[in-house]
């Protein structure tokens, strides 16, 4: 009997011991999930921060054409920081800041400011310019089985720009300016084929999407192609253009709107993460490979 009730006794104590640890155990494991779940809400309310140690974050930009050479070399300056770009590309101008605006990818580097501007108004999107990149002129191609020069070009001859707004005016702003046409000053940098006052030569203006344009060339006279595209081609700037835009800011009063950009939704404006992003695409290890890359078809903006 006292063997039994000794036993009974230890049995009880060690019942409650394992109780008290027990309890003790989930103490700990509720405080330390406050501590994690205050420590998340922090993150949230600063903005997205680089990964820790052997982590990586992933930041999706969306380009068009295949001029990317500059994004390797972030990736590399980006890469002691747990961060790493990875590109999603498009085919058009008209899908990547749907994208954006709509949360498929984090940045987007593909447009210069006025265009961006023209899609918050035309589309309603809640995207802000977070950091310059590049000046891609735009320039016109000659199909060399016809023409080698702008006085070549006469009566009849047809002319491809690119479609959208903004592009397409300062397309006939470079037609203006190379002679062929007169366009009403008062539409300033982005007239419409409508605004053209005068023909000094009677061509015919085809329009259509940037990304084609090069691919009409062989059926046209000319094409009016931005220097992405025009890269992405094999065309190269220096050698195969007949006639350049005028990227010169105390010549060219408009070149300010003319500069590409990152982009990123407006309540991102801030993240830390995408700041570094920016920061490693405007170095001059940045600025070597653009030049080197590129034969010309890209200038600097930073």
């Known amino acids: 009997m006292k063997k039994r009730g000794l036993v009974a006794i230890l049995g009880i104590s060690a019942a409650l011991l394992l109780a008290g640890c027990g309890s003790n155990a989930e103490e ?10 205050a420590a998340e809400a922090e993150t949230e309310a600063e903005g997205e921060e680089p990964a820790a140690d052997g982590e990586v974050t992933t930041v999706t930009v969306g380009v068009v054409g295949e001029y990317n050479a500059q994004w390797d070399t972030v990736n590399e300056l980006l890469a002691p920081e747990g961060i790493q770009v990875e590109l999603m590309k498009f085919t058009d101008y008209a899908t990547p800041n749907r994208a954006l605006n709509d949360g498929e990818i984090d940045l ?3 447009q210069h400011k006025a265009f961006l501007a023209n899609d918050i108004e035309t589309a309603g999107y809640d995207l802000v310019d977070i950091g310059d990149t590049i000046i891609a002129p735009l320039s016109i191609y000659n199909n060399k089985d016809k023409i080698s020069s702008v006085e070549d070009i006469k009566d009849g001859d047809i002319i491809a720009i690119p479609s959208d707004l903004t592009n397409g005016g300062r397309a006939l702003k470079l037609l203006e300016a190379a002679g062929l046409i007169e366009c009403d000053p008062e539409k300033g940098y982005t007239p419409t084929k409508l605004d053209i006052t005068k023909y000094n030569v009677q061509i015919e203006i085809l329009e259509a999407e940037s990304a084609t344009l090069a691919n009409l060339l062989p059926d046209c006279t000319a094409a009016v192609i931005n220097g992405g595209n025009a890269f992405t081609a094999g065309l190269n700037p220096n050698e195969d253009s007949i006639f ?3 990227v010169d800011p105390e010549t ?17 404006a801030d993240n830390e993460v995408y700041k570094k992003v920016v920061e490693a695409y405007q170095t001059d290890e940045v600025k070597q490979t653009i030049e080197e890359a590129y034969d010309g078809a890209f200038i600097c903006a930073f």
Request: zero cysteines; charged letters at 20%.
């Open 28 to 37: 700990t494991t509720a405080a330390a999930s406050s501590e994690e779940q």
């Open 108 to 110: 987007n580097a593909f």
């Open 244 to 246: 350049t835009e005028d």
């Open 252 to 268: 060219n009063p408009n070149v300010a709107q003319l500069i590409n950009i990152i982009a990123a939704r407006a309540e991102d």
